[in-house]
Protein backbone atom coordinates (compact mmCIF):
# COMPACT_ATOMS: atom_id res chain seq x y z
CA UNK A 1 0.00 0.00 0.00
CA UNK A 2 1.26 3.63 -0.91
CA UNK A 3 1.23 6.37 0.99
CA UNK A 4 0.63 9.64 0.04
CA UNK A 5 2.15 13.01 2.29
CA UNK A 6 -0.37 14.95 4.16
CA UNK A 7 -3.54 12.79 4.22
CA UNK A 8 -4.42 12.64 0.32
CA UNK A 9 -4.56 8.96 0.14
CA UNK A 10 -8.16 9.94 -1.02
CA UNK A 11 -7.12 10.57 -4.13
CA UNK A 12 -5.71 7.19 -6.14
CA UNK A 13 -2.40 7.34 -7.96
CA UNK A 14 -2.90 8.52 -11.51
CA UNK A 15 -0.92 7.71 -14.34
CA UNK A 16 -1.23 8.06 -17.80
CA UNK A 17 0.72 7.20 -21.11
CA UNK A 18 0.62 10.31 -23.64
CA UNK A 19 1.92 9.77 -26.81
CA UNK A 20 3.59 13.08 -28.93
CA UNK A 21 4.69 13.22 -32.39
CA UNK A 22 8.39 12.99 -30.64
CA UNK A 23 7.72 9.39 -28.18
CA UNK A 24 5.68 8.91 -25.71
CA UNK A 25 5.49 10.26 -21.85
CA UNK A 26 4.36 9.19 -18.74
CA UNK A 27 2.72 11.46 -16.62
CA UNK A 28 1.93 11.01 -13.15
CA UNK A 29 -0.54 13.15 -11.16
CA UNK A 30 0.70 14.40 -7.63
CA UNK A 31 -1.86 13.21 -5.17
CA UNK A 32 -1.37 15.92 -2.91
CA UNK A 33 -1.43 18.99 -5.27
CA UNK A 34 -3.71 21.26 -6.54
CA UNK A 35 -5.23 21.60 -9.77
CA UNK A 36 -3.53 25.07 -10.40
CA UNK A 37 -0.33 24.05 -8.57
CA UNK A 38 2.84 24.04 -11.06
CA UNK A 39 3.78 20.56 -9.56
CA UNK A 40 0.68 19.09 -10.29
CA UNK A 41 2.44 16.72 -13.70
CA UNK A 42 5.35 14.53 -12.66
CA UNK A 43 6.55 13.76 -16.22
CA UNK A 44 8.80 10.48 -17.21
CA UNK A 45 10.37 9.31 -20.26
CA UNK A 46 8.66 5.74 -21.39
CA UNK A 47 10.40 2.17 -20.73
CA UNK A 48 8.94 -0.77 -20.12
CA UNK A 49 9.48 -0.32 -16.52
CA UNK A 50 7.70 3.14 -16.43
CA UNK A 51 4.73 2.03 -18.41
CA UNK A 52 4.49 -0.94 -15.99
CA UNK A 53 0.76 -1.41 -15.12
CA UNK A 54 -0.60 1.43 -17.90
CA UNK A 55 -3.28 -0.33 -20.21
CA UNK A 56 -4.01 2.23 -22.65
CA UNK A 57 -1.91 5.30 -24.40
CA UNK A 58 -3.83 8.35 -24.91
CA UNK A 59 -2.62 10.57 -27.64
CA UNK A 60 -1.36 14.20 -26.70
CA UNK A 61 -4.52 16.15 -28.40
CA UNK A 62 -6.88 13.83 -26.97
CA UNK A 63 -5.05 14.37 -23.34
CA UNK A 64 -6.13 17.54 -23.10
CA UNK A 65 -9.42 17.01 -21.80
CA UNK A 66 -8.34 14.59 -19.62
CA UNK A 67 -6.37 17.78 -18.29
CA UNK A 68 -9.39 19.66 -17.63
CA UNK A 69 -10.75 16.62 -15.74
CA UNK A 70 -7.39 16.10 -13.93
CA UNK A 71 -7.55 20.14 -12.94
CA UNK A 72 -11.37 19.55 -11.51
CA UNK A 73 -10.74 16.14 -9.68
CA UNK A 74 -7.35 17.84 -7.64
CA UNK A 75 -9.47 21.02 -6.90
CA UNK A 76 -8.67 24.74 -7.59
CA UNK A 77 -11.11 25.62 -4.24
CA UNK A 78 -8.60 27.91 -3.12
CA UNK A 79 -9.14 30.62 -6.18
CA UNK A 80 -11.88 32.48 -5.22
CA UNK A 81 -13.02 34.10 -8.90
CA UNK A 82 -16.21 34.01 -11.26
CA UNK A 83 -17.24 30.95 -12.62
CA UNK A 84 -16.04 32.11 -16.48
CA UNK A 85 -12.76 33.16 -14.66
CA UNK A 86 -12.09 29.91 -13.23
CA UNK A 87 -13.02 27.76 -16.52
CA UNK A 88 -10.17 30.12 -18.28
CA UNK A 89 -7.54 29.47 -15.60
CA UNK A 90 -8.74 25.82 -16.16
CA UNK A 91 -8.38 25.65 -19.86
CA UNK A 92 -5.05 28.05 -19.75
CA UNK A 93 -3.31 25.42 -17.04
CA UNK A 94 -4.49 22.06 -19.54
CA UNK A 95 -3.16 24.26 -22.25
CA UNK A 96 0.31 25.16 -20.23
CA UNK A 97 0.93 21.46 -19.63
CA UNK A 98 -0.10 19.92 -22.83
CA UNK A 99 2.67 22.19 -24.01
CA UNK A 100 5.48 21.20 -21.15
CA UNK A 101 4.59 17.62 -21.96
CA UNK A 102 5.64 17.89 -25.51
CA UNK A 103 8.46 20.09 -24.56
CA UNK A 104 9.67 17.49 -22.62
CA UNK A 105 8.93 14.24 -25.02
CA UNK A 106 10.86 16.58 -27.69
CA UNK A 107 14.05 17.13 -25.15
CA UNK A 108 14.08 13.07 -24.54
CA UNK A 109 13.81 11.93 -27.96
CA UNK A 110 16.94 14.36 -29.01
CA UNK A 111 20.01 13.00 -29.29
CA UNK A 112 22.81 13.66 -27.01
Same mark, same amino acid.
Given at each position: ????? *? =?? =? /? #?A?? #???V???? &? *?????????? @? =????????? +????????? @?????????? $? &???????? +?????? *?????? @??????? /? +???????? /?? +?R $?????????
Amino acid at each position: MSRTP *D =GA =G /R #RADR #RYLVTTDH &G *DVVVSVNPAA @G =GLDADLLAL +EAATPTTTA @GIELATPLRA $F &GAKMLDII +EIQGIS *DVDVSP @GLRDMLM /R +EKATQDLK /RI +ER $FAKAAAAPD
